[in-house]
């Protein structure tokens, strides 16, 4: 049976729910709850607990942080990778030189990137970013490309 809501409450939710609603699997819910991530939930009998709003509104937090952290070791992978390919053939880097220099696992890497291939890819994908970026600079004092093209 459903937990029920008084007037006024947010309805209790079950763990189906919570992983409907938060995307998180059941075993990482039990983690994070065993670690005091995420505040202990109602004992509704036995094995059977209920959770609310703060349940899920610390489990959404959880997953937009690990999104942006995810975002910050994506970002030290590939600038590793950037200063290795400056020095040496792509034969002579690891995929293990790339991830001891981004102070990362070997696994973390292929966590964002299924190949070495894959990560020179958008190694040479950042320089070409920054290369756009640096130009469409240079031309904003200009005028932007509209302002160069009518130059004489």
């Known amino acids: 049976m459903a ?13 189906s729910e919570l992983v409907e609603r938060s995307g998180v699997p059941a075993s990482t819910i039990h983690h994070y709850r065993r670690n005091g ?6 004992r509704q ?3 059977r607990f209920i959770y609310d709003q703060s349940h ?3 489990l959404l937090r959880i997953r937009a942080q690990s999104a942006s ?14 200063e290795a390919f ?8 690891s995929v293990s030189d790339i991830a001891e220099a981004a102070h990362t696992a070997k696994g973390n890497v292929y966590r964002y990137f ?11 994908e950042a ?4 290369a756009t970026e640096k130009f469409h600079t240079a031309l904003d004092p200009l005028g932007g490309a509209a302002g160069v093209r009518d130059e004489p």
Request: charged share 25%; hydrophobic share 45%.
């Open 3 to 15: 937990p029920t809501a008084e007037p006024g409450e947010a309805a209790p939710l079950s763990l």
């Open 37 to 42: 991530q995420i505040p202990a939930p109602a």
């Open 45 to 47: 009998s036995g094995n």
């Open 56 to 58: 899920l509104d610390a």
């Open 69 to 82: 952290e995810g975002a910050d070791i994506r970002a030290r992978i590939v600038g590793a990778a950037l």
């Open 86 to 93: 400056k020095t040496r053939t792509y034969a002579d880097v």
């Open 114 to 124: 299924e190949s070495k291939e894959a990560l020179l890819t958008a190694a040479i």
């Open 127 to 130: 320089l070409l970013d920054d």
